[in-house]
Structure formats: C-alpha cells, structure tokens
C-alpha cells in the first residue's frame, strides 16, 4: 500500500543499528520493587570499553548542546534536561497502566450508554503528563518525543487487553493494522512546522517499537475552511465542539497521473490515534471519514484523557435510564 508510512514488519524486532547494541552490552541492572510489587530493571553499568566510551561521548555531546542551546525540564524547570530524571519517572508513573476512557467523552457514547467508538487512554491530562504535551505541542519542544512515544507504545501493547472483544488479535500476516494519526489543522502545522502526532508514530516506527502485523498510515487530512469559519476547539463546550469539527476530515488516497483514487482497506483495521481526548468530538470526527470511505475501525488511542473515567458511570447510566423509563414516568404521574 502506497499510502503508508510505517514498515508493517517493523515489530518488536531490535534494529541492526549501534542503538540495538547498547542493551545487549550492558551489566544486569538491579533488580527492586516498586510501590505495586511490581519488579523494576534499572540499567547497570556497561561491560565493554568502546560502550563506555560511546555512552561518555554521548554524554559529552549532550552537555555541549545544552552550553550552546540551553534548556529546561518542561515540568520542573531544572537546568540542561528536557526533563529530567525525577519528573521522567513521574511522566512513566502517569502513563504506567492505560485505561478505557469512552465513558468521559461524550461524544463517544449514546445518550442510552452504548459506546460508538471504544477509545484507551495511556495517562490522565494533569502534573507531568500535562506538562510534557503541551511543550510538546505548542512550544516546540520536539526533544520530548521520545518520552511520549515510550508512552504512547505503552498505550498499543495495552489495546488487546483493554479491548479483548472489539480489538482482532493479529495472528496471520495477510492481517494488517493501520494506526492513523488525527491531522493537525493547516493554521496549527503552519505554526509549530510539524505534525504532534504524526511526528510520535514516525518515530515509533524508526525506533521499532510498533508491534508485528502494526504499521503507520498518515490518511486523513483537514479540509481547507474560511477564515471566519475557524475557531479552536479549547474555547468552545462540548455541542459547540461537535459542530466546528462536524465534516472538516477526509480521507486522502494515493495520486497516480492526476487522478485520486481511494485507498483499499481490505483486511486492514484502523486505530485512530490522537493526542489528547476531552469530549472526543475530533476522534468522532476522524472515525466517520474512515468508515464513510469503507475502513473498519475498532478503536481510538490517545495519549492522555481530560477527565478520569468515573468508577460509578455505569450505575448512574442504569439508574438514569431506570428514572427515565415509560413505566416510571407513569407511576409518577398516578401519584
């Protein structure tokens, strides 16, 4: 497929490159707890010389960056880090267990609870994780990608988990699934010169951390609006937000001698992936141009969700429902 930017056979395969070789040539690091009992593999100390000197010159590369372009941690504005070591381990804290968040966006579920589009999120938008995108995103700090994509990697190897019934186990090569990321709007791409999320699963594709039968595919794109007609999402409530996004997708195939012709989804299934979930209208969005070109999407997967999931959502749905119902409404009327 043409359309794609991932390798598909890009699978928790090492690469062949000098990176691959850093962990194979490390000491055994010490083995501890952490606050959930779970066993934790700190890094020791390199075994061979050429690794030690590879990893000091690293180290004397990175310190010489910092004394020519200065930098902070995007979370506690420590000096020469992007962030660093404490608020890095806060950051995996946050993004440690990924959870189902359909239930805080309500452009996801019905208004009788059915969930129109399962969606997982990797942390809770608040203290590091918050910190770190918002750098990310509209400040340029493009060095915290490799910390959101460790995250965002987290959030894929969760979705069989998570989604046992709605997401396909892949067992067979003729069996492909596509993650496409949410396109920026024009106005956002000009302004930061590249692509948030497009940027993480680029990324993960190179650093090989997309598991077997995964890949990348970059297919949907904004649709051009007047100016009068744009207006950011941050500012508008949840009906508002459902309206200025409402049909500004569409799904982009490849160009062959000046015709456009749609891309073949058969045995392909797409996972939205965006960055930050909050009423879920723009993952809606995207998911509706993909169906309504023929894909089969099963899920959504975002980095961070606005609002936690209530533990309680389903029973006051029931006990709404139940208050609302023919037989109810009659018996209150009687009396």
């Known amino acids: ?180 990321p949410v396109p920026s709007t024009g106005s956002g791409w000009r302004r930061r010169g590249y692509d948030p999320v497009a940027l993480l699963l680029r990324l993960m594709a190179r650093e090989h951390r997309l598991p077997q039968g995964f890949a990348v595919g970059a297919l949907l794109a904004q649709r051009p609006r007047l100016p009068w007609r744009r207006h950011h999402q941050k500012g508008l409530g949840r009906a508002a937000r459902r309206r200025n996004v409402h049909n500004t997708m569409y799904v982009r195939g490849p160009f062959r001698r000046g015709f456009h012709l749609a891309p073949n989804f058969a045995g392909v299934t797409i996972v939205v992936i965006d960055d930050v979930l909050t009423t879920g209208a723009t993952l809606r969005e995207a998911v509706r141009a993909l169906e309504s070109a023929g894909a089969n999407v099963c899920a959504g997967l975002v980095l961070a969700a606005a609002r936690a999931p209530d533990l309680g959502a389903d029973a006051i749905t029931a006990e709404r429902l139940a208050e609302n119902s023919f037989p109810t409404k009659m018996n209150k009327c009687s009396h």
């Open 1 to 180: 497929m043409g359309w794609m930017q991932g390798d598909e056979q890009a699978g928790g395969e090492p690469s062949s490159g000098i990176g691959s070789g850093l962990g194979s040539g490390l000491g055994r690091g010490c083995e501890t707890r952490d606050g959930s009992g779970a066993r934790a593999m700190h890094r020791g100390e390199a075994i061979h010389w050429w690794l030690r000197f590879w990893l000091w010159c690293e180290s004397a590369w990175r310190e010489f960056l910092y004394l020519v372009m200065p930098s902070e941690c995007v979370v506690c504005g420590r000096d020469d880090a992007a962030v660093c070591g404490a608020c890095a381990r806060l950051l995996r804290q946050q993004c440690r267990t990924p959870f189902r968040a359909e239930q805080s966006a309500d452009a996801l579920v019905g208004t009788m609870g059915e969930v129109f589009v399962p969606a997982v999120a990797v942390g809770t938008y608040r203290d590091a994780l918050a910190a770190a995108l918002l750098a990310f995103k509209n400040h340029g700090r493009t060095e915290l990608a490799p910390e959101l994509a460790r995250c965002l990697a987290k959030g894929l190897a969760a979705l069989p988990v998570l989604l046992p019934a709605t997401f396909p186990g892949v067992t067979s090569c003729d069996q492909l699934v596509l993650l496409v």
